[in-house]
């Protein structure tokens, strides 16, 4: 059974970590205790897949309990001798999580190459796992270690905080371009081209960003009624207020007196349930033809350093699927550097264009085209093609 008050005060840790990335560093930190572990990271996977899964680049971007000779290491090397990550590629893809024991044995693990020069090392034991989202040739996901095995309560534990993880990991990068001041918060989002309303703990607009409040005056499906949202239709309505309820009470703290029953399938082809508080959710709110049905997506908020909001318990961001994006080369231009040319070519390529389309629609030449874009995957750090659109798609406001 999950301990509610360790659990609760993960939680708030955990959502204030969306708008003050340094707090995701005190929950790993807060998580391991919790769990008895020596270490934890979140972690990112590049992977070829064609038959054989061939592990080929690897970030650890937030960790705690691991030497910085042993950060550098794996992800300059044994990344790609990580015969975990590769066993679950290759045979527990559909599992949200899972303990070591179950993906390799003791006399298979002793005969690694990263066990031999890289576990016995840096005193790094048995391991459990959570898969936070996945791409093709694309997982991200967070790894523990301690000396002795993992088992129930901590994969209890583990499912607990898996919704609310990848609730927080997506709230953060739309969050992660804000400058740390109030004033900054309706220019910045809006230049993002994110709709975004904060809801206080009684389900009122505290404030919002001027693409919301538009699109809450236009009164399209969805308006604003005594300072609350107010959806045209009851059942929306009622769904609505639902995910509201639920995201406050946790964003303040008291997620855990209404519990929900959550569950992930673990390595193993075995079900670990577990109480947790809600995390909100997403919908669809309809609208008048020929207007796509409104996205809705209501996350609990715990206001940080970035965005002092004290009466702030939730987030709801708005998306409108009828709208058509602007350009991503002003964010990449801020982000990155990037030149006005290199940025005009990350857009086409982001389009579908093959390089040499891009080229020709350029009017340059293939090999300028090339160059150009070897500059692009330089300045932002992605490896190759795929990695830059998976950027781009992952910039706040992208469609």
Known sequence: MVDSESLSRLLLVLYEGAATPARLQDFLIELIKAINARGAAFREQIFEDDGNVSLTAASLFVSVGYSEEALREYTEYFHSKDIFVQRVLQHHRSADCGVSQLLITEHELRKTEIFSDYMRRFEIGPMMWAKLSEDPNYVAGMSFHRLHEFGQSELEMITALI????????????????????????????????????????????????????????????????????????????????????????????????????????????????????????????????????????????????????????????????????????????????????????????????????????????????FQLKRVLAKTGAGRQSELMRLMLSLPGAP
């Open 163 to 370: 919704p609310h993880i990848r609730q927080t990991l997506q709230l953060s990068r739309t969050l992660r371009t804000l400058e740390a001041s109030n004033a900054a918060l309706s220019r910045s989002l809006e230049e993002m081209e994110i709709a975004i309303s904060m809801v206080r703990q009684d389900g009122s607009i505290l404030r919002s960003t001027e693409g919301a409040e538009r699109l809450l005056a236009a009164g399209n499906g969805i308006g604003l009624q005594k300072g609350r949202l107010s959806a045209a239709f009851d059942s929306e309505q009622r769904t609505l207020n639902t995910l509201i309820e639920g995201a406050c009470r946790t964003g303040a703290g008291h997620g855990l007196e209404y519990t929900m029953m959550t569950q992930s399938k673990a390595a193993g082809n075995t079900t670990v349930r577990s109480w947790t508080a809600q995390s909100g959710g997403a919908m669809l709110i309809t609208r008048k033809p020929p207007l796509r049905p409104l996205q809705v997506i209501v996350s609990p908020f715990c206001s940080g350093l970035l965005m002092h909001e004290p009466q702030a318990t939730a987030l709801i961001q708005f998306s409108d699927p009828s709208s058509i994006p602007r350009s991503r080369s002003s964010v990449l231009r801020a982000l990155y550097a990037l030149t006005p040319t290199e940025s005009r070519l990350a857009d086409l390529l982001l389009q579908g264009l093959k390089v040499s389309e891009a080229a020709d629609r350029m009017k340059i030449t293939l090999e300028t085209t090339r």
